[in-house]
């Protein structure tokens, strides 16, 4: 019997407004754990675009994108 395919779930695809991002991020929260708390701060910024982010929190592109989607170390 053939196997179905699947496609792997994006969140960041389902992120469209602040409301939802407050959202996400609060179960996030919630958990206390760091890994999912930083995952799902990696997430959002997918959703956003890490430039959008940078712009609105004055912090750079790169560090945004170096800390938080490839996972980089404690700031």
């Given at each position: 019997m053939?196997?179905?395919a699947t496609?792997?779930?994006d969140p960041a695809a389902y992120i469209r407004?602040?409301?939802e991002a407050a959202l996400y991020f609060d179960d996030a929260l919630q958990?206390?754990?760091?890994?999912?708390i930083a995952a799902a701060l990696g997430t959002i910024v997918r959703a956003r675009g890490?430039?959008?982010v940078?712009?609105?929190s004055e912090v750079s592109r790169s560090a945004i994108y170096n800390r938080l989607l490839e996972g980089g170390g404690e700031a």
């Open positions: 053939p196997k179905d496609t792997p779930f407004t602040d409301e958990s206390g754990d760091p890994s999912v890490a430039s959008e940078a712009k609105a």
